[in-house]
């Protein structure tokens, strides 16, 4: 088994010739506005990914924690394929607000 923090929540899990990306924040630094409410008022992501976002988008599973946009944000919806088999919990499935309902892809 192999895991790579990529940034953030960002990981890639590679185990028996499979691979699982979570919590895909595929956004360039400083592209998002600050987090609200909190005392670092700095854009995010704070840093740049250590990979090109190609490189890591065909795992043949998406797990999405929760949807904040630190855990999945614009940039992952638009770098990730639309038959990406995404996971994620029923709450944020059944939240309209929530990528479109993650494009009805929530299985669990």
Do not use: W
């Not at 929540?9 to 909190?38: C, F, Y």
């Amino acid at each position: 088994m192999k895991i790579q923090l990529i940034r953030h929540a960002t990981m890639l899990i590679e185990i028996n010739g499979r691979s699982i990306l979570v919590d895909p924040m595929l956004s360039e630094a400083g592209k998002m506005a600050a987090v609200p409410g909190v005392a670092n008022n700095s854009a995010n992501p704070l840093v740049s990914l250590p990979v090109d976002p190609s490189s890591i988008i065909h795992a043949d599973a998406v797990v999405v924690t929760h949807t904040h946009r630190d855990h999945f944000d614009d940039a992952a919806k638009e770098y990730l394929p639309s038959d990406s088999l995404i996971f994620c919990q029923t709450p944020d499935r059944i939240s309209a607000t929530n990528y479109y309902l993650l494009r009805g892809s929530c299985p669990v």
